[in-house]
């Protein structure tokens, strides 16, 4: 857990002993009587696994602390030393995050632009922030808006307690509307600290099977709460979110699918629930997220690089998720014609560096596997004017891959697919700070743009299946879901021309460079036996005088 610090030879307190809370140093300035703040401080968070053998580097990306204290109104100016290689995010108008308690409960971006500044190891942020003029209360400072650990806890607590999730005799269930919602919460197994990983299963009466899922090997601890109900005739929808801590628009966008999913008059997600059942793993590193980590659990791993052989012992959640993905995906295996009972899979993340929100999904030559993956994400481009299909991508091999030897095989969307054979798993990206939306302009994300892309989510999956009662498909140049085909086709037609012609150029290009070469080769040996016979004439001559 992260410790409070306490500045005894300053007006303020600072201090990170909270879920998420971040902060390992500060360390006062004296300020110039030229300079325009009042205040100064040096600031450094705490790297990953900060002072365990599992730590890695002297940089921490992510930062969020309190304050109080100080000259009301005072103009301060931060600069946090260690926040590693992130020029290019704060290049494209990123701003940090406050929140005054004082004046507001809502967090907001902070109002003048910080300045990054190269080092060594990174780069160092600074930015101006004003005291409030009540500094009684407290006021935090954080990289992006947070989602805790607790705010997870919290939101879980209130919609069990709103359906009153107690459990039910079969014969009285099957008494209600075939419309209500089915709601159950489970923890499918505790973390290396020992933080619940939750699992919802969100959908409706139809379909109720008096039959329940099956206890899991290792999962499933709570024996007082049993399983779910099974579904006939339903496929699953598989979504996850947070194996990354510092990406907390992930659960923001999560949120707004949770929520999104639960309302009850709404005739798309009426549908959804009809259709579907839907599978939430809203946290997968429980543990990252409450120690205030960046992007890896507490023994220094990323957990969205061990799909492939995760252990109980060392990644138990993603050993768990592992194990869930596997289950459901079996549910039709005993059928004539076995399929996936998963539909669709996707992983939520936030992204440091690409604008906008876009998806990765999975790699292969087989052109109709091309236009299964790209058809969810073309329909999500068309439900929200913030998702960029042009931005989408089948594979992402990272800077810290290329170092550290790993791949995007181990990877949730991967994995996923390897289990499944789907073409509908993806890896959703949402960015920090911003991007462009369908009509050029950029725009700056908030937590209500995230969640509003969370029922976007959602809605593009009854696409899918021309399943959307209030479709924007039909809206469109392209009319219905073959149309929508045949515009993946021929982009991915183009790009295939357009990758060939890259490759026929660069191709001549090798062979040009290769036939200039060799004649530089000839034409060096050339003038290397031309100067070898003028100097023997040479010496002959010389001989000849003596």
């Known amino acids: 857990a992260t410790e409070q610090v306490n500045m005894e030879t300053s007006e303020y307190r600072f201090f990170s002993d909270f879920d998420s809370g971040n902060l390992a140093e500060v360390e006062e300035v004296s300020v110039n009587e030229d300079e325009i703040h009042e205040a100064e401080f040096q600031v450094w968070t705490k790297p990953d696994c900060f002072q365990t053998e599992f730590q890695a580097g002297n940089t921490g990306t992510w930062f969020y602390f309190g304050m109080e204290g100080g ?13 590693g290689r992130q020029t290019s995010l704060f290049s494209q108008g990123m701003k940090p ?10 967090w907001k971006r902070i109002d003048d632009d910080p300045i990054v500044t190269s080092v060594e190891d990174g780069c160092v942020l600074s930015f101006m922030f004003r005291n409030p003029k009540n500094t009684k209360k407290e006021t935090f400072l954080a990289l992006t808006y947070p989602y805790k650990f607790e705010e997870l806890q919290e939101s879980l607590d209130k919609i069990e307690e709103s359906f009153n999730c107690h459990p039910r005799a079969f014969k009285q269930m099957q008494t209600e509307d075939k419309s ?48 779910p109900h099974m579904f006939d005739k339903k496929e ?67 957990l969205n690089r061990v799909y492939g052989n995760p252990t109980k ?80 991508k089948t594979a992402n091999m990272t800077l810290q ?3 550290s030897g790993t791949n995007a095989d181990g990877c949730g969307r991967a994995y996923a697919h390897r289990a499944t054979g789907l073409a509908q798993a993806y890896t959703l990206e949402c ?23 969370g029922k976007s989510l959602a809605v593009s999956i009854l696409d899918l299946t021309e399943s959307n009662p209030r479709s924007k498909v039909q809206d469109t140049p392209l009319r219905n879901l073959a149309g929508v085909k045949m ?41 290397e036996v031309e100067v070898s016979g003028q100097h023997d004439t040479s010496r002959r001559r010389s001989s000849g005088a003596i």
């Open 487 to 527: 515009f993946v086709s021929k982009k991915i037609k183009a790009a295939q021309l357009m990758e060939a012609s890259r490759k026929f150029a660069l191709g001549k290009l090798m062979n040009y460079i290769s036939m200039q070469n060799s004649k530089t080769i000839e034409n060096n040996k050339y003038a």
């Open 236 to 302: 699953i929808v598989f979504v996850s979110s947070r194996v990354h801590p510092g990406e907390t628009c992930a659960s923001y966008v999560m949120k707004g699918f949770i929520n999104f999913l639960l309302c009850k008059d709404d005739v798309q997600a009426t549908k959804l629930r009809e259709k579907y059942v839907f599978k939430i793993v809203p946290m997968l590193n429980p543990d990252g997220v409450a120690n205030g980590n960046y992007r890896n659990d507490t023994r220094g791993v990323n």
């Open 71 to 83: 000259q009301p109104g005072a103009l301060i100016k931060f600069n946090i030393m260690n926040i």
């Open 401 to 403: 891959d290329l170092v």
């Open 97 to 106: 995050v406050c929140l005054i308690t004082s004046e507001s409960d809502e």
């Open 313 to 392: 012992e060392h990644s138990p959640t993603i050993f768990a998720a592992k194990k869930l993905i596997d289950y459901y995906h079996s549910l039709n295996q005993n059928k004539e014609s076995p399929t996936s009972k998963i539909f669709l899979y996707t992983d939520i993340h936030g992204h440091a560096t690409e604008r906008g929100i876009f998806m990765y999904g999975n790699h292969s030559e087989d052109n109709e596997f091309k236009v299964q993956t790209l058809l969810y994400p073309k329909l999500l481009a068309i439900n929200n004017p913030n998702f960029s299909f042009a931005s989408c």
């Open 180 to 227: 209500d919602i089915y709601f159950h919460r489970e923890t499918v197994i505790k973390s290396l600290e020992n933080r619940n990983l939750d699992i919802l299963t969100i959908t409706d009466m139809n379909g109720l099977q008096e039959e329940l899922e099956d206890d899991l090997q290792y999962l499933f601890p709570d024996e007082t709460n049993r399983r």
């Open 431 to 453: 960015s920090f700070n911003g991007g462009d939306n369908d009509k050029g302009e950029k725009e700056i994300y908030t937590p209500e743009v995230y969640e509003d892309f």
